[in-house]
Structures are given as C-alpha cells and as structure tokens.
C-alpha cells in the first residue's frame, strides 16, 4: 500500500475507533473529540471499507464534521448505497435461479453479512456476489447463472482457475460480478474442500423472506479468517465482520474453529488472523493452550513482511514477491511450502516464456 507517515496514522487511528465499536460509543466520542484532520482519516476508513460504519456512529453522536468533508461524505455513501441496492438485486437473483435448478449455494461476506451482522445493511460494502456450491454442482451451477445473462472466463485462463482457484469469476454487462466459489479456500499451500461446509450450511430467513443458506458461525470464522489473511489484512473490513461475528455468536465453539485449521493444516493463517484482531481492533480470542500455531518464528517473520509490503508501491514486482512469502510462510508444512513455491515460481516461468515464444509453447501456459 506503500503508506506514508501521516497516511500511517490515520490507518492506526481509524483501527482505535473501530476498536470502540459497537458498544462503546462513550470511548469513541473521547477519541474523536483528538481528531484534527477527520479528510485525513475519512479516506482511510474508505480505503479499509469502514467508512459507512464510522459515519454511522459519528451521525448517533452527533459528531459535527467539516461542512465540506460531510458534504462530500454524503455523495460517496449514496452512490455505494445505490451499488448496495444493485448488488442485493443480483445477489436475490443468482440464489433464486439455483434453487430452482436445484444446487445448494451459500452466501460468503457481500450483502447477506451486512444484513445479519450490522447495524444496517448497507453498512458493510461489497463490490460482488459471492457464493459457495459443492465442487460437483459447480458446471449445474454455471449453467444456471448463464441463463441470467452471466458469461465466466473461457480457454487456459479458465482452466487453470478451475484446477487451482477457489472460484471462478462470472460477469454481464452493466452488471456486478459473480464469484461462484467451488472450494472453500486456497491458498496456503493447501485446498480447503467445499463439499463439508455446505453440507453443514445452515437456512437463513431475510426480512424480506427469502431463505438463504449460510455458513455455521465456526465455518464462517474459519473462512473469514483464512480470507483475511489470504489477503494480507489489506482491508480492515475483513478483522471487523469477524469482531462483529463473534459478537453476534457469543457461544461460537473456537475449539471447533481451531481443530479445523489443524485438520486443514492452516494454523498459522488462522493464529495471525488472531493476533491482528488482538493488535489492530483490539479483539482477544481465548485459545486453549493445545490449539497453537505450528510455527511461531513463521508468524513473527511474516508479521514483520507485512510492513515491508505495505512500504511498496502497489502491484510493483516487490510487492508481488512479498505477498508470495508472506503467504509461503503462513503454510503448515514443509511439503506445502514447497509445493506453494513450486507452483508459483512455475507459473512465472511458463507466462514469461509464452509471451516470449508463443509460437513455442502451450497456449494454456498464457494462464
């Protein structure tokens, strides 16, 4: 993200004010009351997707903002309330055309999570439509979404996002895109199947009266952590909707949560998921002492990583080697770490090589 100093603390002091939420509204009208460039730290919180969230509490404050800073406010959070719309338009659409075809699909993050864990719906963004079916009704299940309009990638691309993604990406003009996920996660040098979580899938009743399956509240950390991780916690949104789920599910079995990233071989992702929600929001997740990270030295490196990442430009070549060990160090096992650098020193040598001399290699290798 290649942060400044100044843009630096207005991420640390956006990360304060979420740390205070939802309850602790006394704290966070104390804390507002130091802030002396709100332009400063409301581009932050829109950077890192909070920006409706904070607006929220600062308005049932009655916190006052610069008049041109609130005016401008007003204009970004209409025009995201009327993506909101679009989106949960396209969400209800998608999930009533597989129920007829007859595929279990479960809604991940977008609109649903806002409906279920925020104050409001349109308080938590989403820029897709994100949902999870068994790897066996994924081609019924693209077919289906087709009828709507949907088209999804075609060739070696969308080979390989079928033999190493977790989802495959479905778009349509003027429309937003559909992420239909097939697996559970990827990443970390491991495949996280589908087929368990949404066998387990619970039905859940919108307002509006639509049932829509969900993940169980353990499956739903796990998946959420995996993600925020997976993405270098380069959006605070992501630690937030695990603070608010584990608020809104005070029994959630941690264990249970704990025993699946050992089963998955992916506790070093799930423990820094943790310690980010402890350092950044200010979260504490009680673990019991048998359920620990494999490598502790891995994380600690890794969390160092970060803030050289962090420290380049966007998508410069060290930023993309960086993301690739930062996530290289957050596998399990050694034979997973190898195959994650095998894969990927793999696939940049066969791209470099089909643009070089395509008229030598493979098409698929262009993938």
């Known amino acids: ?17 979420l740390s205070t939420l939802p309850g602790d509204l006394g704290t966070l009208r104390h804390l507002c009351a130091k802030v002396q460039d709100w332009d400063a730290i ?4 829109s950077k890192h997707g909070v920006l409706a969230v904070l607006y929220h509490y600062l308005t049932e404050l009655q916190i006052a903002l610069p008049p041109a800073v609130n005016s401008s406010l007003k204009r970004q959070l209409t025009l995201e309330w009327i993506r909101h719309l679009a989106l949960r338009a396209a969400f209800d659409e998608a999930v009533e055309t597989l129920r007829a075809a007859g595929v279990r699909a479960v809604a991940l993050k977008g ?4 409906e279920r864990l925020y104050a409001t719906p349109f308080l938590r963004p989403s820029s897709d439509v994100d949902l999870l079916v068994a790897e066996s009704d994924l081609d019924r299940a693209q077919n289906s979404l087709e009828s709507l309009g949907y ?20 778009t349509r003009p003027q429309g937003p895109t559909l992420e239909l996920h097939f697996r559970a996660a990827t990443g970390f040098g491991v495949i996280v199947p589908s087929e368990e979580f949404v066998a387990h899938a619970l039905l ?7 049932a829509v399956w969900i993940l169980t509240p353990e499956d739903e ?9 997976r993405h270098l916690f380069s959006q605070l949104i992501w630690l937030y909707d695990l603070k608010l789920l584990l608020l809104r599910n005070p029994t959630l079995d941690r264990s249970a949560v704990w025993t699946k990233a050992r089963a998955f071989s992916t506790t070093n992702a799930l423990g820094l998921t ?3 929600l402890d350092h950044r929001l200010g979260v504490k997740v009680p673990r019991d002492h048998r359920f620990t990270p494999r490598h502790r030295l891995r994380q600690r490196i890794a969390r160092t990583l ?7 430009p966007p998508s410069s070549r060290r930023e993309t080697v960086g993301r690739i060990l930062f996530r290289l160090l957050l596998c399990d096992r050694p034979l997973s770490s190898a195959w994650y650098f095998r894969h990927r020193l793999l696939r940049f040598v066969r791209r470099r090589a089909q643009r070089c001399f395509p008229k030598l290699t493979p098409k698929r290798w262009s993938a």
């Open 204 to 210: 859940y009743h919108s307002p509006s009266g639509q």
């Open 111 to 114: 609109p649903l999570i806002g």
């Open 221 to 229: 950390f796990f998946y959420l952590a995996l993600h925020a991780a």
């Open 306 to 312: 970060l803030r050289v990442i962090n420290s380049q």
């Open 274 to 276: 943790l310690q980010a």
């Open 151 to 170: 088209y999804g990638e075609t060739g070696a691309l969308a080979r390989y996002y079928r033999e190493n993604h977790h989802h495959i990406h479905l």
């Open 1 to 17: 993200m290649n942060l400044r100093p100044h843009e630096l603390e207005s991420e640390r002091l956006v990360e304060r004010l």
């Open 42 to 45: 409301l581009q932050s919180a």
